[in-house]
């Protein structure tokens, strides 16, 4: 596609659930990124992926977060046990090399209610 | 610790009217610095960079920033906002050899036609 494409544009779900939120990078990037917008706030960072490993988790809040990229393309974050502070728009970024100089490509995010 | 202000949070102008964003960050070492703009329903989108070279760095739609590095500041700026200007702008930092955008609290620019 022509950008980066993230789905469900929506998602709410009960305090407790187990959710996934994907996101389809732009053909041809090998980087992606997750990044967590709270209200009020600017996107904190999650993780990055460079191909199929997560080059860096650091900023995944705990261990019930969890993000797989299996064949370099479609990333997928996973939420166990979810809380309602994980309430949040979740942005999927990506861009053609993980290079500093490399622009990042947003998606339009996913946004998470937990209820 | 390395973070990113933006002093503003909400600005209204009429149209016609100079624009100036303010960001400061704390990050030791080199920098690169983004401004990114989110408009109404829509992802966000780079508006400009900083990686090095000249201190004044012209984007998209007519903004600007400048890089002044004594005073850890890369303010946005426009001469003559538009209607369509309407967006939140998100001041963002990363440093050399890193990729992970440190992002500002964002400011929410409304313009009135």
């Known amino acids: 596609g022509a950008g980066v494409s993230q789905t469900p544009s929506n998602k709410v779900t009960e305090k407790g659930k187990y959710v996934e939120l994907r996101c389809d990078p732009i053909?041809?990037?090998?980087?992606l990124y997750w990044y967590r917008q709270s209200l009020g706030q600017g996107p904190e960072f999650l993780i990055y992926?460079?191909?199929?490993?997560?080059?860096?988790d650091s900023g995944l809040p705990n261990d019930r977060f969890f993000a797989v990229r299996p064949e370099g393309s479609v990333s997928t974050l996973k939420i166990q046990r979810t809380e309602r502070g994980d309430s949040a728009v979740y942005l999927c970024?990506?861009?053609?090399?993980?290079?500093?100089?490399?622009?990042?490509?947003f998606g339009q995010g996913t946004r998470l209610t937990v209820v | 610790a390395q973070s990113v202000s933006q002093h503003n949070h909400h600005v209204i102008l009429s149209e016609a009217a100079s624009l100036e964003l303010g960001c400061n960050y704390s990050?030791?070492?080199?920098?690169?610095l983004f401004w990114y703009v989110q408009y109404p329903g829509q992802h966000l989108q780079l508006l400009l960079k900083?990686?090095?070279?000249?201190?004044l760095v012209k984007g998209i739609k007519g903004f600007e920033a400048e890089f002044i590095k004594s005073k850890f500041s890369f303010n946005l700026r426009k001469p003559s906002v538009q209607w369509s200007d309407t967006a939140e702008y998100f001041c963002a930092v990363n440093g050399e050899g890193t990729y992970k955008y440190i992002f500002g609290t964002g400011t929410r620019l409304k313009v009135l036609a």
């Open positions: 970024a990506s861009s053609l090399t993980g290079h500093v100089n490399t622009e990042a490509f």
């Open positions: 053909s041809g990037h090998t980087a």
């Open positions: 990050y030791g070492g080199t920098v690169n």
């Open positions: 900083y990686f090095s070279g000249d201190p």
């Open positions: 992926f460079q191909g199929t490993g997560a080059a860096d």
